[in-house]
């Protein structure tokens, strides 16, 4: 198998702390009130994706959400799908807008309108009661929010499991500006997928920098030519990719998205596994 990951050379290093302090910055408030407030073009999009792929998965799949920033909506379709979700991310304060959510009568954002179009994309009823239904059929399958970096080569840390999909939104790609590290990022959330699970991405598309509010974080300006080689690199099976333009999101910094599958071979994880342990210079995530 080919792998990607090289040590971190000194400028790596000085860019990785870069990112740390950048999203230091980040305020989940803001993002949900820019981003959540209505459903735009690129969670349309994204949402439609996610619902169609679940029907693909085995039943009583584990699912992992990578990246998952203050949002819940990207698992709304798993309902039918997951014996189990958890939610992963770097920062305890989005983990935390989660937590708040999960807790009936707590003060949290509302993604009633994203559960009534996911039921409606689904083909299903979508009344108060169908939707309250399928909210609390989410509070109770997401049984974990884990901190996580997708920079470490084991990025929960210590805790080993490994899931049948790993659905990761605008994570990596809106994590670094810079391509390699995205690689990398991408190589170690695949690393999460056990056997034969599957990879659903989304991202943005050659974009350099979105904004949240007055800020704005660095994008890595991948497009369908980076994620498929990067999917050949790492011996990825039944691969798509689908580019979306979203012309009026220009404003924010993008005006198309990809959104891609793609499965891991069935003797693909034990081999990813076997040359991580013996690789020196990998970042642990209990490291940092
Ligand atoms: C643009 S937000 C996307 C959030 C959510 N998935 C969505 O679609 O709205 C990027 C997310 O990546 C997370 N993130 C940034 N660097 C990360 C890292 N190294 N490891 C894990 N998550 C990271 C941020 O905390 C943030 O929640």
């Known amino acids: 198998m080919m792998m990607i990951r090289e040590n971190a050379s000194a400028a790596e290093t000085h860019s990785i702390k870069a990112v740390r302090d950048v999203f230091f910055r ?6 949900l009130r820019e981003y959540y407030s209505r459903i735009e ?23 992992l959400e990578f990246g998952c920033g ?18 992963a991310d ?25 559960t009534k179009r996911v039921l409606a994309l689904e083909g299903l009823d979508a009344t108060p009661d169908d939707i309250e239904h399928r909210e609390q059929i989410m509070r109770k399958l997401i049984t974990r929010r884990l901190r996580a970096d997708a920079r470490c080569a084991r990025p929960l840390g210590l805790l080993t499991q490994r899931y049948d999909c790993v659905v990761s939104c605008y994570c990596a790609d809106s994590a670094t500006g810079d391509k390699r590290e995205w690689q990398r990022m991408i190589e170690n959330i695949v690393s999460l997928l056990a056997p034969g699970g599957r990879l659903l991405i989304a991202a943005l598309r050659r974009c350099e920098r ?7 974080f660095p994008s890595a300006r991948i497009d369908e030519d980076d994620l498929a080689s990067l999917f050949s690199q790492l011996e990825l099976r039944n691969t798509s990719i689908e ?14 998205i990809l959104l891609a599958s793609a499965t891991a071979p069935a003797i693909f994880a034990i081999a990813l596994h076997s040359h991580r342990a013996n690789q020196h210079g990998a970042v642990d995530l209990a490291d940092r």
């Open 90 to 114: 770097l920062l305890p304060q989005n983990l935390e807008a989660i937590r708040r959510w999960q807790m009936p009568g707590s003060c949290a954002h509302d993604w009633r309108p994203f």
């Open 41 to 63: 073009a690129e969670e349309e999009h994204t949402l439609r994706f996610l619902v169609e792929q679940c029907t693909r998965l085995p039943s009583a799949a584990t699912v």
């Open 26 to 31: 980040w305020n989940p408030d803001d993002y």
């Open 70 to 87: 203050p949002t819940l909506h990207h698992v709304l379709p798993f309902a039918a799908h997951a014996s189990l979700i958890h939610m």
């Open 243 to 256: 580019i979306v333009a979203v012309p009026d999101r220009s404003t924010h910094g993008f005006e198309s």
């Open 210 to 216: 979105y904004t949240v509010g007055a800020q704005s």
